[in-house]
């Protein structure tokens, strides 16, 4: 079955970037999304369609692309960055996948 | 800003069937897909399956044998059943809208309900 890859874990300093990657075969011709997720909450679109930030989300959320892998990266770190962060897409017959999920800890 | 709510039993017996609903409130179920979502305790997200208003369905392979996802219109709400259930079935069942388009492939999980732990247990 179809697989986007994340990293458990991404750590990073207050005030510096982030970046969080997903790879899978399909990217090249499915879009990614990107939910963060704080503890008992429901997710939230930070990224639609690759590199599209919704309204409401913070300029420092920012998303890219290249082959089979998509990145989000989040520049100037803030506190309440700190969350799961999970990729979503689809494979060649339409059955949604989201990545494992990456726990972003800000130092 | 639509709302959606899921309603249902917080604890289901193994072999038995799970059933769900989600309330759609400040919008019209119409001309869109709606799906379900889980999560288990401290795990990730996996997509269950979807619906359009007009009842097609789309289901998770790895659920489909067990799983029946309806749409009833004249209430604004869609409902969730999986049956067979065991303890790898609890989780955090999420209700959400799916925002499609020509432009958008796939479409995504928009508006999200808050959720309802089912847990399976004897």
């Known amino acids: 079955s179809y697989e986007l890859t994340q990293p458990p874990s991404v750590s990073v300093s207050l005030g510096q970037m982030a970046r969080i990657t997903c790879s899978g075969e399909?990217?090249?011709?499915?879009?990614a999304y990107w939910y963060q997720q704080k503890p008992g909450q429901f997710p939230v679109v930070v990224i639609y369609?690759?590199?599209e930030r919704p309204s409401g989300i913070p300029e420092r959320f920012s998303g890219s692309g290249s082959g089979t892998m998509v990145t989000l990266t989040i520049s100037g770190v803030q506190a309440e960055d700190e969350a799961d962060y999970y990729c979503l897409s689809a494979d060649s017959s339409g059955t949604y996948v989201f990545g494992g999920g990456t726990k972003l800890t800000v130092l | 800003q639509v709302q959606l709510q899921e309603s249902g039993p917080g604890l289901v017996k193994p072999s038995e069937t799970l059933s769900l609903t989600c309330a759609v409130s400040g919008g019209s179920i119409s001309g869109y897909y709606w799906s379900w979502i889980r999560q288990p305790p401290g795990k990730g997200l996996e997509w269950i399956g979807s619906?359009?208003?007009?009842?097609?369905?789309e289901y998770n392979p790895s659920l489909k044998s067990r799983l029946s996802i309806s749409v009833a219109t004249s209430k604004n709400q869609f409902s969730l059943r999986l049956s067979s259930v065991t303890a790898a079935d609890t989780a955090i069942y999420y209700c959400?809208?799916?925002?499609?388009?020509?432009?958008?492939?796939?479409?995504?999980?928009?508006?999200w309900g808050q959720g309802t732990l089912v847990t399976v247990s004897s």
């Open positions: 959400a809208r799916v925002y499609r388009a020509a432009d958008t492939n796939p479409g995504y999980f928009q508006d």
């Open positions: 399909a990217l090249p011709k499915k879009y």
């Open positions: 369609k690759d590199t």
């Open positions: 619906i359009y208003y007009s009842g097609s369905t």
